[in-house]
């Protein structure tokens, strides 16, 4: 089983344990504390270790989690008083900017030859190709958006890895019937599907990890795309 995977889902587990310990605990007397008020100051919590759990699961796919991550943290400052001010009355101005950075960081270069893809859709949907022989990686993050990933003409040298976030939002990939895909990660609320087949004789391995909240992703097999003279079948 691959590392990463366990780890989402041992945190996950643990933090369920816990909790049912402190319910059994307060059951049986043992705990002499108001579980409501506890769960009412401490919730944000819940949503910085989401965060966290999600950077260490698909790191290069950074800016949803440490999104989630800020969030849970400034939330919980405000839950204990720490902070001075209404989080609500500063929402949409920090929603705004936050939008704004995925934007400048979602306009990577396009290049049809790239060997590293970054895509990022806030609230839209976007699309990357690449023609890359030697693909390497992706960082692909989904937020109340939609994200494809086209690599039906793309090779690679041994092994590539793609990372996907996937909040309110859908991925979809599309690789080549030569390619092995693997995949591991952490669903919340959320799944994604692997349908492509595993070449006889083995082939070149992409590896995808993937947080799924509320969302989901799909992999799939794609025809090559109709070259220049060549007449082929229409791109599904």
């Not at 989402?8 to 409501?36: E, I, K, P, S």
């Not at 109340?144 to 793609?162: C, K, W």
């Not at 599309?174 to 799944?191: I, M």
């Not at 083995?202 to 969302?215: C, E, F, Q």
Request: glycine share 12%.
């Amino acid at each position: 089983m691959d590392g990463r995977r366990s780890l989402g889902q041992v945190l996950l587990g643990v933090l369920v344990v816990l909790a049912g310990v402190v319910l059994l605990l307060d059951r049986t007397g043992a705990l002499d504390v108001d579980l409501g008020t506890v769960a009412a100051t401490l919730w944000p919590l819940a949503v910085v270790l989401v965060g966290v759990t999600s950077l260490l699961l698909v790191p290069r796919a950074w800016y949803g989690p440490l999104v989630i991550t800020v969030a849970g943290v400034v939330l919980l400052l405000d839950r204990l008083d720490v902070l001075d001010v209404s989080v609500w009355d500063y929402l949409w101005p920090v929603a705004v900017i936050f939008i704004g950075l995925g934007i400048t960081v979602g306009a990577a270069a396009r290049d049809e030859q790239g060997e590293r893809i970054t895509a990022i859709a806030f609230w839209w949907g976007t699309e990357r190709r690449t023609r890359s022989r030697t693909f390497r990686s992706a960082s692909l993050t989904a937020i109340m958006g939609g994200v494809e990933l086209d690599l039906r003409e793309a090779d690679i040298d041994g092994t590539a890895r793609v990372d996907v976030f996937a909040f309110w939002g859908g991925v979809e990939i599309k690789v080549p019937r030569t390619w092995e895909v693997r995949t591991s990660g952490l669903p919340l609320l959320g799944a994604w599907e692997n349908k492509t087949e595993p070449p006889a004789g083995g082939g070149p391995v992409l590896d995808v990890r993937l947080v799924t909240i509320m969302g989901g992703a799909e992999i799939r097999h794609g025809k090559r795309s109709v070259q220049p003279g060549i007449t082929d079948a229409p791109v599904v």
